[in-house]
Nanobody, 125 residues
Framework: QVQLVESGGRLVQAGDSLRLSCVASGRTIYRFAMGWFRQAPGKEREFVGVCNWNGRSTYFADSVKGRFTISKDNTKNTLYLQMNSLKPEDTGNYYC??????????????????WGQGTQVSVSS
């Protein structure tokens, strides 16, 4: 049974930085792509970013490109999302996801097999 546990979300001010972590257990993440998604109140879950199996290739939504980065530490079975220059519109519940069907970049949420419970990020103006 794969479990993904996110942490690091909290209330911050616009312009601040925050790093989210996602620790996987029950299966190694070494060979698989992993992504981050977010969901704001009253809105659908949206893609934030993804990295491939070795973390060397990443892709981001236009709304966060240049501000967010993703890293993957396969030795710790952990995925990170570094968020800089945060904006109020970045507020939402952030989820990590694991795609055991692909090692490369996938943006569609339906392709992911496992999801965490989410961590709340709130950005005040």
């Amino acid at each position: 049974q794969v479990q993904l546990v996110e942490s690091g979300g909290r209330l911050v001010q616009a312009g601040d930085s925050l790093r989210l972590s996602c620790v996987a257990s029950g299966r190694t993440i070494y060979r698989f792509a992993m992504g981050w998604f977010r969901q704001a109140p009253g809105k659908e879950r949206e893609f934030v970013g993804v990295c491939n199996w070795n973390g060397r290739s990443t892709y981001f939504a236009d709304s966060v490109k240049g501000r967010f980065t993703i890293s993957k530490d396969n030795t710790k079975n952990t995925l990170y999302l570094q968020m800089n220059s945060l904006k109020p519109e970045d507020t939402g519940n952030y989820y990590c996801a694991l795609d055991t069907g692909s090692a490369e970049l996938v943006v569609l949420p339906g392709a992911y097999d496992y999801w965490g419970q989410g961590t709340q990020v709130s950005v005040s103006s």
